[in-house]
């Protein structure tokens, strides 16, 4: 992991977003050559057979602040459902997640905790009772009398929460400005943020353009922000987060005509995991309905002649449509490395990472050993880093 640090300096940290997004700066990167631009442009460097792919994910108000009986305070920020389903946004009176808590020592066993806010002037009392301590995590049950889902309860109750490396904390302009336009799915605890920087402006450039896009959904959890503390990368637990895909999406990835572009890690993360749970499915003839992907799994798929995406990608839309499926769902951990060879995506959008970060070893992939002279002469020319920052477009 060493060889994946640099120096980033906090004035190079963006702390809030611009004023408008579509004019954040752009660096292409193509065969290792560079040159620079703003998002507003960005349809002239695509070619007309790209086609965009986007997460939907939407952020959630994951920040909840209690208040102990003795007057302290205690922060509860959720991470994912107890039983990893995202139904649970809509659950009614009570619902169970996993979260992480900041001052757990002064939680003492079975203390419940109180929030109280107001929606419509009614006065919701909202309670937290610790179910299960684990190293990483609390499980952590929530209770309120009122006929109000969980998603309502998070609206007025939480708040936006910002990457651990903005020193600031989240105002209303974040409510807006940290989701994408486009944000659809609920259940992020941090943005896809390469999607920050897209407008209505950018969207009609490109139909004028006849660069096609379309959408997956990948719930980006807390481990994005969790720097690799091995010395190797084969030693590091990678994260896992939630994705859902439906069957027209499936179809146009069945087009190898197109250049699939993706917008955002959480993206590419997605689009290369279907390839290899379709593989997977289409190895053991269908016999298997799992959709997870587990970190290294891969490379167990790998063969010497590898299919080709399209083909596997028929096969799961076959797949799909003969057991009348409308979508997959699952969750991926797969970890993107520097030897990593891409079997989806063509390019990719996005914004510049954390030193010793999973994300920089996904861009590492792509750009192999000249991502560090890239990212210097980024610093060097004022480029903005991290989510509200600037971004990139790089060429496989």
């Known amino acids: 992991m060493s060889a994946f640090d640099y120096h980033l300096p906090a004035e190079h940290i963006a702390e809030k977003p611009l004023p408008e997004r579509d004019l954040s700066k752009l660096l292409i990167w193509k065969n290792r050559e560079i040159s ?9 460097f695509l070619p007309e057979n790209s086609h965009l792919v986007f997460n939907n994910t939407r952020v959630i108000a994951a920040r909840l602040l209690f208040k102990k009986s003795t007057g302290g305070e205690i922060e509860i920020f959720l991470l994912e459902p107890h039983n990893g389903n995202y139904a649970a946004l809509h659950d009614e009176g009570r619902s169970q997640w996993k979260c992480m808590i900041g001052g757990l020592k002064k939680w003492k066993h079975e203390e419940i905790l109180s929030l109280s806010f107001s929606i419509n002037n009614t006065l919701i009392d909202l309670k937290a ?3 299960e ?3 990483d995590h609390c499980v952590i049950a929530f209770e309120w009398e009122q006929n109000l889902l969980f998603h309502q309860v998070l609206e007025s109750a939480g708040k936006i929460p910002l990457p651990p490396y903005i020193k600031r904390l989240a105002d209303e302009t974040d409510k807006e400005r940290y ?15 390469a999607g920050l920087h897209f407008t209505d402006r950018i969207f009609k450039s ?11 959904t990948l719930h980006v959890g807390a481990g994005t922000f969790k720097p690799v503390s091995t010395a190797r990368i084969a030693d590091h637990s990678m994260h896992e987060e939630f994705f859902e895909v439906d069957l027209s999406m499936i179809e146009k990835l069945c087009d190898d005509s197109k250049m699939i572009i993706a917008v955002g890690t959480t993206s590419v993360r997605t689009l290369e995991s279907i390839y290899w749970i379709a593989l997977r499915l289409k190895n053991n003839d269908g016999k298997s309905l799992n959709f997870d992907l587990e970190q290294w799994e891969y490379l167990d798929l790998i063969t010497k002649q590898p299919p080709n995406p399209a083909d596997v990608f028929q096969y799961l839309a076959a ?3 003969e057991r009348k499926m409308n979508t997959i769902k699952g969750f991926t951990g797969i970890c993107i490395t520097p030897v990593y060879e891409f079997r989806v995506i063509r390019a990719l959008i996005t914004n ?11 861009i590492g992939a792509i750009m192999k050993d000249d991502w560090k002279r890239t990212y210097e002469i980024a610093l060097q020319r004022g480029y903005r880093f991290l ?3 600037d971004g990139s477009l790089l060429y496989l």
């Open 206 to 216: 490109l139909e004028d353009k006849k660069i096609t896009h379309s959408f997956v």
């Open 129 to 131: 009772t610790c179910v």
């Open 387 to 389: 989510s509200y920052g």
């Open 179 to 193: 989701q994408t336009v486009y944000a659809k799915e609920e259940g992020s605890v941090a943005a896809p943020t």
């Open 352 to 362: 510049f990472h954390q030193p010793q970060s999973t994300l920089l070893l996904l």
């Open 319 to 321: 797949f799909m449509r």
């Open 133 to 135: 301590r684990k190293e």
């Open 36 to 44: 620079h631009a703003q998002y507003v442009n960005l349809s002239e």
